[in-house]
């Protein structure tokens, strides 16, 4: 008996159609493989949008999520509970930083870095009240609130919730000159993803992400990369700056912070940047709670001593390498386990590809039109990718 087309109907029936589903229902998923309620597994090569780095259901991060709902879930930050400190310390070694603030979700450690480079600008380098200028790149995207929205450049993602918020200048991606020409003496901040994800991983031209480190020294102005989803073993670094040798002034981090299995989201800075915070200022009932705490520190671990960075580095040649040589792609790019794929238009649109590969047991998903996103946990196995792009070349000669 089929049980999906019931189970998809319903979801259609009950919930806000803000999102745009396969038609798959998952019931169960370990490592890099998940079952819809059929029985039928597929190989998941979307990651949760990369909140899934270390797979479904990593031992060592489900043991430290058991553990902790044993003993305490929640206290609110106006109380310390003993996950706290361990946390932002080894948060604060990985990242290079001083600080760490502890959030949520994405969305809201962004919205966190804005109000700190605003405050900063005010505070420290003089900025007249009210005149904060962050500049930011074209085709980014940074996550849902009314503000962050307010400076995208995707209409899908923007149309209709105006009034915008202002203090915000878009320039080109991967163009330092037009950065350079956006500058002036209100600028507070420039926020970019060190990779595009939700664009279509675009990766910027060799040497764009130390030319934007200098030119934020030089202007005194603060260098914010959003790694939420390019962070944390992804592109075959701890940080997709690192292929650069680039220390932002603020890193911003999420979805595998949490090892896909709680909400947790960060900024970590010097003491000059998250310094200007003080009680009352800024805070989250959620951020930092013991359970996203116990995980986080557990994913930290993970990534302290290389093993998946370093996986990541080589089985993404092995996915990058193999898609590039199949016919019917108009480009491929990508950094680490990250890929990013053109589909040639006149053969189906991305929705169509993803689709068929789901008939043929793969999990991705489409993004603008004719693109793929390829972003498999980082646990996934040769022959798995193998399987995933065989199964997509399969898809390609069929069309």
């Given amino acids: ?68 709902l044993d003993r305490l879930t929640l206290t609110s930050r106006a109380f310390i509970h003993d996950q706290f400190a361990e946390f932002c310390h080894r948060l604060a070694q990985l990242t290079g930083q001083d600080l760490v603030l502890p959030m949520n979700t994405g ?61 915000f200048e878009i320039v080109a991606y991967g163009d330092i000159l037009a950065l350079e ?62 292929h650069e040798g680039v220390q932002p002034d603020m890193h911003i981090m999420g979805k595998a912070l949490g090892g896909g299995i709680v909400p947790v989201s960060a900024v970590a800075a010097s003491h000059e940047v998250l310094g200007v915070l003080t009680p009352g200022s800024h805070g989250s009932t959620f951020g930092g709670n013991p ?36 016919d019917g792609l108009t480009a491929v790019r990508g950094k680490g386990l990250w890929a990013g794929i053109d589909i040639d238009p006149k053969l189906m649109s991305g929705r169509t590809a993803s689709l068929a590969l789901l008939e043929r047991g793969v999990l991705a998903k489409d993004t603008h039109g004719s693109t793929i996103r390829l972003a498999p946990p980082i646990v996934i196995s040769e022959a798995e990718i193998d399987f995933a792009v065989d199964a997509l070349k399969t898809v390609l000669k069929s069309a």
């Fill in 1 to 68: 008996m089929n049980l999906t087309p019931g189970a998809v109907a319903d979801a259609e029936r009950w919930t806000a159609h803000n999102y745009h589903p396969l038609p798959v229902v998952i019931t169960e998923a370990e490592g890099a493989w998940v079952t819809d309620i059929d029985g039928k597994r597929y190989l998941d090569c979307l990651a949760g949008y990369s909140a899934l780095n270390f797979g479904h259901r990593h031992p060592q991060l489900i043991a430290a999520a058991h553990a902790q």
């Fill in 181 to 242: 020409e956006a500058i002036d003496d209100n600028t507070v901040a420039v926020l970019l993803e060190p990779i595009q994800g939700e664009a279509g991983v675009i990766v910027p031209p060799s040497g764009y992400l130390a030319a934007v480190r200098q030119v934020c020294t030089d202007n005194n102005i603060l260098f914010l990369a959003d790694e939420i989803q390019s962070g944390l073993g992804r592109t075959g670094k701890t940080f997709a700056v690192d």
């Fill in 291 to 326: 359970l996203a705490c116990a995980v986080g520190i557990e994913v930290v671990k993970l990534l302290e001593k290389g093993e998946y960075q370093q996986r990541s580095a080589e089985l993404g040649q092995r996915l990058l390498g193999e898609l590039e040589h199949l």
């Fill in 107 to 167: 969305a809201e450690a962004v919205e966190t870095a804005i109000k700190v480079a605003r405050k900063w600008g005010y505070r420290v380098k003089g900025v007249p009240a009210g005149k904060a200028k962050i500049i930011v790149m074209s085709d980014n995207f940074h996550g849902r609130t009314t503000t962050i929205v307010s400076f995208s450049t995707d209409p899908e993602a923007r149309d209709d919730y105006g009034p915008y918020t202002p203090g």
